[in-house]
């Protein structure tokens, strides 16, 4: 066999993917790129790794097996490149964060500065929504989470990053609560929140549209469709050029606060000791600099 590491590196993306468009937008190739690497890679066995039925890309079982066996060749590969570079006197490997979706208005700013000292080191980001979150925390799969609600059942240390302001907004001052609020998924901290500050108010009866990340909820307002609560994190800009408004209502804002999380006696590798210590001798600076917008509101 030939194959090389590139090969391996697509063949994952496609299984992780199921789909030749989306490897090809992820690894940022074009399209007939992926598939000349895709068949260089399969003409390699005897038995077809994926197939194609009615124009859809299927992972058959073998290809699923050798899947597994790619990522532990490419796994190690990290290692030996990870592993010369602390020869060599550098802070190297991989830092793996999950983010519940509104903290990437967050997270970036805590990280920049970190890899921009540290360039062997590897980020691994996923943003996804908290219940997600949570359950790679609970599987050992990351080295922290960013939350802004800790979880029930799970014993773990925590960072304070910063605070996590949630308002009512609409397209207008003017319009108070429309009859229409829109919501998170279920499973999202804001969800929650806004579930909680709802219930207490018996008699309304609303129309209620349910949106599956911040962006879109803030996308819909915009176009008014309805009024939702939202994190002040994430609509910053809105607010300065006037296109969102905050609704004063009592009780709000609500406050929680952004915070990274790990695993109570959590053994955490050499990158992780020193993002944390970073965080926790630069976080004022930080704060300083990117969130002291904060006070305007």
Do not use: C
């Not at 199921?18 to 190739?29: N, P, R």
């Amino acid at each position: 066999m030939n194959y090389t590491i590139n090969q391996l590196n697509i063949f994952l993306k496609v299984v992780e993917t199921q789909s030749i468009t989306k490897a090809s937008e992820e690894l940022y190739m074009t399209q007939p790129a992926v598939s000349i690497q895709l068949k260089n890679f399969q003409d390699q066995f005897k038995f077809p790794l994926t197939e194609v039925i009615g124009r859809k890309l299927y992972i058959t079982d073998f290809g699923f097996e050798i899947a597994e066996l790619a990522g532990r060749i490419t796994e190690e590969m990290n290692q030996l490149k990870f592993r010369t570079k602390e020869y060599e006197g550098q802070l190297s490997g991989r830092l793996k964060i999950s983010s519940a979706s509104t903290g990437k208005y967050v997270i970036p700013f805590f990280l920049s500065e970190f890899l921009n000292r540290n360039h062997s080191v590897d980020l691994l980001l996923d943003v996804t929504n908290k219940s997600r979150v949570i359950e790679s925390l609970k599987n050992n799969e990351i080295d922290f989470a960013l939350v802004s609600i800790l979880p029930d059942d799970l014993e773990v240390e925590e960072e304070i990053l910063v605070e996590n302001k949630l308002y009512l907004v609409g397209g207008s001052e003017e319009n108070g609560l429309s009859e229409t609020l829109i919501y998170r998924e279920k499973g999202s901290a804001t969800r929650f929140e806004m579930e909680s500050y709802f219930k207490d108010m018996k008699g309304l009866k609303r129309k209620k549209i349910e949106l599956t990340s911040n962006e879109a909820v803030k996308q819909a307002v915009l176009a008014g469709l309805g009024n939702s609560i939202l994190p002040l994190i994430g609509i910053k800009n809105e607010l300065l050029n006037g296109s969102l408004r905050i609704i004063k209502k009592e009780g709000l804002p609500m406050e929680t606060k952004w915070r990274l999380i790990w695993l109570k006696n959590k053994k955490m590798s050499a990158v992780s000791q020193a993002y944390l210590q970073f965080l926790r001798s630069e976080k004022e600076q930080i704060l300083e600099k990117h969130f002291n917008w904060y006070s305007e509101f």
